[in-house]
């Protein structure tokens, strides 16, 4: 068998398919918290995760037959990934700006690092964090700096009037609460 037929292209690995991909020469601002558990991420795929899976296919590649060696196979597929992965992370990280929410502690205006109350015209009340891209986390209420709600709440006050577009039409929202993680005691 033609080994064309057999082997995956690594072109279709390029991309990492879940990041949010950054308009060229936007900022990619992220909280300190986001930072330390990207960069945590990358030392670990380089320390730990990537020695195992080079050992592995060191191993089965010393099997003999590569063509038909499920560990070769999947562990260069697995090391194509985590090479991809720690490609990605690394460039995150370099242009990453970081941001301390804290600063802002006890300000009533919606700045990156916000956590915001607000209610909608239904009288629907939502809570929402907001943060860098590459550090969200939707199940827990947190949004990206760049996404719809986030946009239009930034720079708003407590009590503002705003105008959400949304896919539905728009909708009145009310800047009900602005809170601020507090600064570290030194």
Do not use: C
């Amino acid at each position: 068998m033609n080994k064309a037929f057999v082997r995956e292209s690594e072109e279709a690995d390029e991309e990492e398919p879940t990041a949010l991909a950054l308009v060229p020469g936007a900022r990619n601002y992220i909280t300190p918290a986001g930072y330390q558990r990207i960069h945590a991420e990358l030392l670990d795929l380089i320390d730990n995760e990537r020695p195992k899976v080079v050992e592995i296919v060191h191993w089965a590649a010393s099997n003999g037959d590569r063509s038909e060696n499920g560990d070769y196979i999947y562990g260069k597929k697995r090391l194509r990934e985590i090479d991809r992965r720690i490609r990605f992370l690394s460039k995150r990280l370099e242009i990453a700006e970081i941001v301390e929410p804290s600063v802002h502690h006890g300000s009533d205006q919606v700045f990156f690092g916000a956590t915001v109350r607000y209610m909608d015209d239904g009288g629907l009340e939502r809570t929402v964090t907001i943060l860098g891209v590459d550090e969200v986390d939707s199940s827990q209420g947190q949004v990206s700096w760049v996404s719809p709600i986030a946009r239009t709440l930034l720079k708003a006050r407590l009590g503002d009037m705003l105008r959400l577009v949304t896919p539905a039409g728009v909708v009145q929202i009310e800047v009900t609460d602005v809170q601020y993680p507090a600064p570290l005691a030194p």
